[in-house]
């Protein structure tokens, strides 16, 4: 960790630890050339990229590109965290670093929408080609296809009606007004 | 014989033979329709412009290459699993994996759970190995709650988590052989699964599907039924692994199939991301169980093993190798386990406090890691997986160029993908 700072006097400001993890934040367009100085220098070998994930948090908030990496010569995992603006979710790629970055930036791209400017692959790959939404931002909502469901109406908590608690009677669910009121 | 002389093709003698029979009976010739089936569908150029320059690349045909289909419901992708392939007559030129018909939406469902029902979802996903699917948010959780597991509960996780491994790689190593027609030693390998299996539901209640790791230990203590059980298998085991690997090691076709046939360098191997037996068996030794140690595993004596030949034979020899590890991990647990509570007082509903945690274990396809967020809310703000076979995926189109078709699930199945996995 003392190593880490020596060589980023500028991440120090950032530094968070935990039992097995250090953490850093970064500025995004100083990603690709901070990994690739982890990675090649001999003292800090950080050679393993273990994960890299994006977080949301928020409609008014940004975007969060993490990366984990692994180095055999330090016993913690190391976190870079990269704020990404949420109005222009554009980063730079690391597929020039580790190729194997490419399914991860691809995962993230299909499920937040965050660019990687330089991928050479950067499509959807779980939703198909012409699907238009980010399924994992927090503005996606899941759909409340429980009235449309074969069961619908079977249990009576599934019936649109008893979804608002106060228009709860019994005769619209019996048994379960006791029970709901009960645990609140 | 020299090499002028042709080879009748069977299907023009028999058309011809038909022919003939009909002229003589004084009929008119048969109507052909359509082709021959072929068992793969070939694909057409898709009816958008390519989006990147990659798929620009891939379907771009020179002279003489075509596109065919294999999947997403073919026998031998271990799951649903699309794979466009180019080949010139029948030799690979590139290949693009087509994923997500198996995807469910796990880390958006996780995020709509609570941390104990988090435990469910992760199940199904990497369904060969459901303990170490568990064990992952279990390790990430209890950081983010900041508490541990008592000692018992440490050492029935590490138990179970073995017990797995060594029933998922024993069925890798009958599905590896079923790949190249070996009906045999899958039966073998079943054999070998169900007798795990069968102790994982005594002590869990589930066949398959466990849920059995808790944020702050188990959920059930290992019982007597479970010792009773784990004993006549151990005595069984090495010889029953022994047998079905007599079936397939020595074996002709196995060995001309797998010696030097997809071989990945470690350099390679590091730069796409791929971890586990996979790695190992290209002569890395990064095993998380050594590399950063969790749960019990600093206080149990073993070597990473390696192979440095990187091809499919090594890698299933370390599948092997690493079966007669995870025994020998089993008996020093056995021997080795306290007794004492096996869960932590823990609230009903946890609420950790606003942070993050990553934690990872070492599962039989690679580096299964979870990293969770919390806002201080009953449910995970963000719960990210890293599925070792998704990753791992990506070596596949680098290797196969220059193979034949036939080659391609043999290559595919020495990496062990688990779809469900690998689509979350």
Redesign the interface.
Known sequence: MRLLLDRFPDLAQTLWT????V?VRAQGAAIPDLLQRLRDDPELSF?????A?A??YGVDQHFEV?Y?L?S?KH?A?L?IRAHVRRSDPHMPTITHL???????EREMYD?MGIVFDGN???????????YRSF??RKDFL?PDDAADSPAAGVNPLERPETWDLSRLTEELAPGVVAHVKSET | MTSDVKIPDPLELERAEEARLRSAAGLAPAARTGGEYSGFESVGL?D?PP?????QELYTLDEGEMLVNMGPQHPSTHGVMRLVVKVRGEVVIDIDPV??YL?R?I??LCE?ATYTTVMTYVDPMDYLASMHNEHAPAIAFE?LFGIKAPKRAEYIRALVVELNRVFSHSLMMGFLALDMGGITPILYSFINRDEVVDLLSAISGQRMLFNFFRVGGVNFDANDEFFSRLGTWRANVVKTIDMSERVITDNEVFRARTIGMGVLSGKDA??????GPNLRASGVP?DVRK??PYSIYPELEFEVITHAAGDSNARYLQRIAEIKQSIHLIDQIVDKMPHGPVQAQVPGIIRPKP????G?VESPRG?Y?V?A?SDGGPNP??F?M?DPS??S??AIP?LMPGHLIADTMAVMASFDPVMGGV??
């Not at chain 1, 935990?18 to 993890?21: A, G, K, L, Q, V």
Request: no cysteine; proline share 5%.
């Open positions: 935990d039992e097995d993890t953490e050679w393993f990229l273990a994960d994930a977080v949301d993490v984990h692994y055999d016993p995992w976190r580790w190729e194997g970055a490419m399914f991860h499920m050479r692959d950067l499509r959807r790959i779980y939703m198909s080609p012409d399924p994992q899941l | 898709p958008r989006e990147t320059e990659r798929e994923l997500g995807h939406g880390e958006k709509n950081k590091i730069a796409l991301g791929v971890s990064f590399a950063h942070g993050r945690a990553y990872a580096l890691s990293y967020v703000y963000r990210r890293r998704f990753i995926l990506q680098k689509d979350k």
